[in-house]
């Protein structure tokens, strides 16, 4: 996953950095294809160069030490809102086929929980070029329609982004889960572009909440090369978020 | 004496203790900004006096605000929260405030949810004195459709329809800084997250520092002076006030205290056990570091200091 989501981020680019996952994903990034993406944080960092230490927070003072600027969140945001900004990365609790993300109410057997809210996510959601998700696959997360948008995706598809005043170069580029990575058609409904090696289709398409459609030239998600593969090692050495 | 300095004698020092900046500044119903650099210098001594005073009916403001939150909804001093996102930032969930939305426990609990950037403006605004900010985030979502503060519009200069967020002016900010001067004169770094603004925004600021200095220190870079003193009603003098949150320079972040947290809030019975043992059977913050212990403390002090090269203000 984290491999698959470092891919994700080109040479150059300008790139919101979420925790979990997505830091530890940019950090690869920059290690390996991508030496000149720059990240953005929401507290207001901007960095260059990525913290060598294991990063709980956005907010540790590793991340903060040697950063390029410690602004403002309107600072970085003003840079999102402008539309500098290439990638964002999401995680969330329930995706649509539509690629939108509820991260507010879930349920989880048959009963409402309460989840901490979009953060910044919806702001990503909103205005980045691209938008990438990760999240674990199964029919729970991945439902047909999410109860409540707490950061928009593609709508009910077709021009609705368009319609409700989002950018027009805005919106999900990309969901890598546990099993694979889905895409987007011009229509705004997800489609299976790639399965993880090891992964059947009827595996991705029995844990998925809808008839996921899937691409005519499907691929296999290239493993995680040795380069990759050392630098989750160095940066995440007991697994606190590859576990 | 120089003229300036029998000037400064004559100024009185805001310095007062933590018990009596709560008791006189944040009354029950108040509206307080809190955890504005968001996972950096979280004013947790601060929260945990008013709990101890036992606070009800305040609404909390901030983008996120890692675990205060939790707190003080579970010891049922809030009655409403405006916010983007609360929870634990490193452990997951916050139990006390699920138990408070979901089942109305300790009490019912009225949240308003924000997206971080939407936060940031509605403080922005009170800030600039403004009714509104316009933005293209949250349109779409369904942020906007159930949060009043946040407003379609047509734009009367192009042909687009953006956001009104509407400014928030907080009673109060309580803002955890690394040096302020006697008069609330207050240098911060690191991470700032909404602190400008927000304290621009507030009717009162309360500054909690880490170390109180003299005013030359502060007018020697005044740069990095964010909070002006001629805002802030009282400076509190509290070492070691945003633990377990970390302070650039000062603090290491305490992950752990988090992770421990997350387990002994989890059921309420370990929650009102954890209450009674960090913050109700405890006088002040300077028992609390004890009870901490040295192991502990030691462990989250700066190992490597990194001093930025001085910047020449001379002419």
């Given at each position: 996953m984290v491999a698959a989501a470092a891919r994700e981020i080109g040479d150059g680019e300008v790139v919101f950095v979420g925790m979990r996952l997505p830091m530890l994903a940019f950090l690869v990034a920059r290690r390996t294809h991508a030496p000149r993406a720059v990240g953005l944080f929401e507290n207001g960092i901007i960095r260059e160069t990525p913290s060598t230490q294991l990063l709980y927070t956005m907010g540790d003072p590793p991340n903060i030490f040697e950063a390029t600027q410690c602004g403002q969140m309107l600072d970085v945001m003003a840079l999102l809102q402008q539309g500098r900004v290439d990638a964002g990365f999401l995680g969330a609790a329930e995706i649509d086929r539509f690629g939108n993300l509820n991260t507010t109410w879930g349920h989880r057997n048959n009963e409402m929980q309460r989840l901490p809210g979009s953060g910044g996510a919806c702001d990503i959601a909103c205005l980045a070029r691209r938008t990438v998700v990760l999240l674990a696959h199964d029919r729970e997360r991945l439902t047909d329609r999410v109860s409540h948008i707490t950061s928009p995706g593609f709508g009910t598809g077709g021009a609705w982004r368009h319609s409700h005043g989002l950018?027009?170069?805005?919106?999900?580029?990309a969901v890598i889960t546990t099993l694979g990575v889905l895409r987007f058609g011009h229509d705004g409904e997800a489609f299976l572009s790639s399965v993880h090696p090891g992964v059947s289709v009827e595996e991705v398409l029995a844990n998925t909440g809808w008839t996921l459609r899937v691409a005519d030239e499907l691929i296999e998600t290239k493993p995680p090369t040795g380069a990759e593969l050392d630098v989750m090692r160095e940066l995440d050495p007991h697994h606190f978020w590859t576990r | 004496m120089t003229p300036e300095s029998k000037f400064e004698s004559k100024l009185e020092s805001k310095v007062i203790s933590m018990r009596d900046a709560i008791a006189q500044h944040v009354p029950s119903g108040s509206m307080v900004l809190m955890g504005a650099q968001l996972e950096q210098m979280i004013p947790f001594a601060a929260g945990h006096e008013l709990i101890r005073q036992g606070r009800r009916d305040l609404t909390l403001v901030g983008p996120i605000s890692d675990i205060l939150f939790d707190q003080m909804i579970g010891a049922g001093c809030v009655s409403r929260v405006m916010a983007a996102w609360v929870g634990n930032v490193s452990a997951g969930v916050g139990y006390c405030y699920r138990r408070a939305t979901?089942?109305?426990?300790p009490r019912r609990l009225e949240v308003v949810d924000y997206s971080n950037f939407t936060m940031a403006l509605a403080l922005h605004a009170g800030a600039m004195g403004t009714p509104f900010m316009p933005t293209y985030a949250t349109l779409g979502s369904d942020l906007l459709k159930k949060n009043g503060n946040l407003r379609e519009f047509a734009s009367p200069v192009s042909e687009e329809t953006l956001v009104a967020v509407r400014a928030l002016r907080p009673d109060v900010a309580i803002l955890n800084v690394q040096r302020a001067d006697a008069q609330g004169n207050a240098h911060l770094w690191g991470s700032l997250g909404v602190a400008l603004d927000g304290a621009r925004a507030s009717r009162k600021i309360i500054i909690v520092a880490e170390e109180i200095v003299e005013p030359c220190i502060i007018s020697s870079d005044p740069n990095r002076t964010l909070v002006p003193g001629f805002l802030v009603a009282a400076v509190v003098h509290e070492p070691g006030g945003a633990h377990p949150s970390p302070v650039q320079g000062y603090l290491g972040r305490d992950h752990a205290f988090f992770e421990e947290y997350h387990e002994r809030s989890r059921r309420i019975e370990d929650f009102e056990d954890w209450l009674a043992h960090w913050?109700?059977?405890?006088?002040?913050r300077r028992e609390y570091w004890k009870q901490l212990g040295s192991a502990r403390t030691g462990a989250l002090a700066v190992k490597h200091h990194a001093f930025s090269a001085p910047a020449d203000f001379g002419y």
């Open positions: 950018p027009t170069a805005s919106g999900p580029s | 979901e089942r109305n426990i913050v109700l059977h405890l006088p002040d």
